[in-house]
């Protein structure tokens, strides 16, 4: 069965420093696709940032990115330089043949 | 593009009525999803659609619920009877399958009230 896991349902991280939100999944086929979206309290679903398992590099956009242990079956997100409108839910989700499963949430409070 | 649509935003309804959720996916999309957002259970997939084919069901959570997709660019989650246990926030979300890596796009959802 195809499962994301996410065992922080809360954080808190002070303006400008840096926060890293866990992930692990589990899935028995060997090219799919793993995600981090974010959710701001207007509940739109915004995706942050994208990983193929099949590439060693991690991902990274901007102020975010990933470490992606393929082995450990772990995808963390590091947010450097934490910015109020950082606030939101983060969401993992693995994504392999099409289906797209989601881990539980943990909701980021970025203080100023 | 407008992205995924979703109707209505709001729904307030009587337990025991009929709701139906609307959505309308991005031109091309391969793969259109159902899922149901609570504090409880967070993201659960309820149901989801490849070339309008209903691929997975499996997190459908009774008979009550139903989901259609008659064509490319519509599809309706309906409930029937409604259940105040049914509130939560129902979203839509499409992506282009897999030569672009599954990414999905969310509607902006829909609140459903069961009263």
């Known amino acids: 069965a195809q499962t994301v896991t996410q065992s922080q349902p809360e954080m808190s991280v002070q303006e400008a420093e840096t926060v890293t939100l866990s992930c692990t999944y589990d899935?028995?086929?060997?090219?799919?696709?793993l995600f981090w979206y974010k959710q701001p309290p207007s509940r739109q679903m915004i995706l942050v940032i994208r990983?193929?398992?099949?590439?060693?590099q991690n991902a990274t956009e901007n102020r975010f990115s990933v470490n992606f242990q393929k082995a450990a079956k772990s995808f963390s997100l590091k947010i450097s330089d934490s910015q109020l409108g950082d606030t939101a839910m983060y969401f993992c989700?693995?994504?392999?043949?099409?289906?797209?499963?989601f881990g539980q949430g943990t909701t980021l409070q970025v203080k100023p | 593009d407008a992205g995924v649509i979703q109707s209505p935003r709001h729904e307030v309804t009587e337990m025991g009525q009929e709701v139906t959720l609307r959505c309308k996916p991005i031109?091309?999309?391969?793969?259109l999803f159902w899922y149901r957002q609570t504090m409880m259970r967070g993201l659960e997939l309820l149901i989801y659609?490849?070339?309008?084919?209903?691929?997975?069901d499996s997190g459908m959570p009774e008979d009550r619920f139903s989901a259609k997709m008659p064509n490319a660019s519509f599809s309706t989650l309906k409930i029937q009877p409604s259940e105040p246990r049914d509130s939560a926030v129902y979203f839509c979300?499409?992506?282009?399958?897999?030569?672009?890596?599954?990414?999905?796009?969310f509607g902006q959802g829909t609140r459903l009230t069961v009263v």
């Open positions: 989700a693995s994504s392999n043949t099409g289906k797209l499963i």
């Open positions: 899935t028995s086929e060997n090219n799919y696709y």
């Open positions: 990983q193929e398992a099949y590439k060693q």
């Open positions: 031109s091309g999309h391969d793969y």
């Open positions: 659609f490849n070339n309008n084919v209903p691929i997975d």
């Open positions: 979300a499409s992506t282009p399958g897999q030569l672009k890596a599954y990414e999905a796009f």
